[in-house]
């Protein structure tokens, strides 16, 4: 079983910044690609940020420049800098990854945390 716990989620001001962090545990072999979605009231779920086991990213054009996403692979965990926020991107953020676990067959899920919101509001 594999857990992810986000933190850093809260209210902040229209330009302000926020990190988002994400730990994953439990029967990790190994973490392939990792992620950050966010979900807004009344709308799907968009990917926000991706990023690799090697350090390769992708951003969803909206928070280009603005945010980053990086990875410590010692320590299993995602983080994603929201810097310049702005309203519209108060939304519910959950992390993503892709797990090889340490079963008989070191079988492969994608696990997804709870959730934590972020809201960008004067």
């Known amino acids: 079983q594999v857990q992810l716990v986000e933190s850093g989620g809260g209210l902040v001001q229209p330009g302000g910044s926020l990190r988002l962090s994400c730990a994953a545990s439990?029967?990790?072999?190994?973490?392939?690609?990792m992620g950050w979605y966010r979900q807004a009231p009344g709308k799907q779920r968009e990917l926000v940020a991706g990023?690799?086991?090697?350090?390769?990213?992708n951003y969803a054009d909206s928070v280009k420049g603005r945010f980053t996403i990086s990875r410590d692979n010692a320590k299993n965990t995602v983080y994603l800098q929201m810097n310049s926020l702005k309203p519209e991107d108060t939304a519910v953020y959950s992390c993503?990854?892709?797990?090889?676990?340490?079963?008989?067959?070191?079988?492969?899920?994608?696990?997804w945390g709870q959730g934590t919101q972020v809201t960008v509001s004067s």
């Open positions: 993503n990854a892709d797990v090889v676990t340490t079963d008989a067959y070191f079988n492969e899920y994608l696990y």
């Open positions: 990023i690799t086991f090697g350090g390769n990213t």
């Open positions: 439990g029967s990790i072999f190994s973490i392939n690609a």
